[in-house]
């Protein structure tokens, strides 16, 4: 009876447990959903033809794009300083520049300068708030 009140994580693997959860979690509720709404779902295709004909398609993929760059390069940028939070600094400052610039309509070069020194003063802000006070370990 004492065996089941015990938990046994292995260390080297710790990092993924919760994860793991979150994961499972979130897959339960689509799946969840999934099978609530399979009408509505099966129904929705003139209005998901209508959504993807009046979406915004370059800023949408661009987003896609361009998070899918920040998330692929912070680890290796990181790695380069370990345990120092670079690879987040160094990979946030041209993502949030080139994300606002995605996103802005007009582009004069007062807007991209004023994007430019947002996009180094907040990750920077961010970068020594999660280093210094809390003491969070970046990539």
Not at 87 to 106: E, K, N, W, Y
Not at 117 to 124: E, K, N, R, W, Y
Request: hydrophobic residues 55%; aromatic residues 12%.
């Amino acid at each position: 009876m004492g065996d089941l009140t015990k938990v046994v994580i292995d260390f080297e693997q710790s990092h993924l447990l919760f994860p793991r959860l979150v994961a499972t979690v979130l897959g339960l509720l689509l799946l969840t959903i999934l099978l609530r709404d399979r009408k509505r779902i099966l129904n929705a295709g003139q209005t998901w033809r209508i959504t993807l004909n009046r979406m915004d398609k370059p800023r949408f993929f661009g987003a896609i794009a361009l998070t899918l760059m920040y998330f692929s390069c912070m680890v290796p940028v990181g790695n380069v300083w370990p345990n120092t939070g670079m690879g987040f600094l160094l990979c946030s400052v041209p993502f949030v520049f080139c994300v606002g610039a995605l996103f802005m309509h007009d582009r004069p070069k007062r807007a991209l300068g004023v994007l430019a020194l947002i996009a180094i003063v907040g990750p920077t802000c961010v970068w020594w708030l999660f280093t210094n006070p809390f003491y969070l370990t970046l990539p």
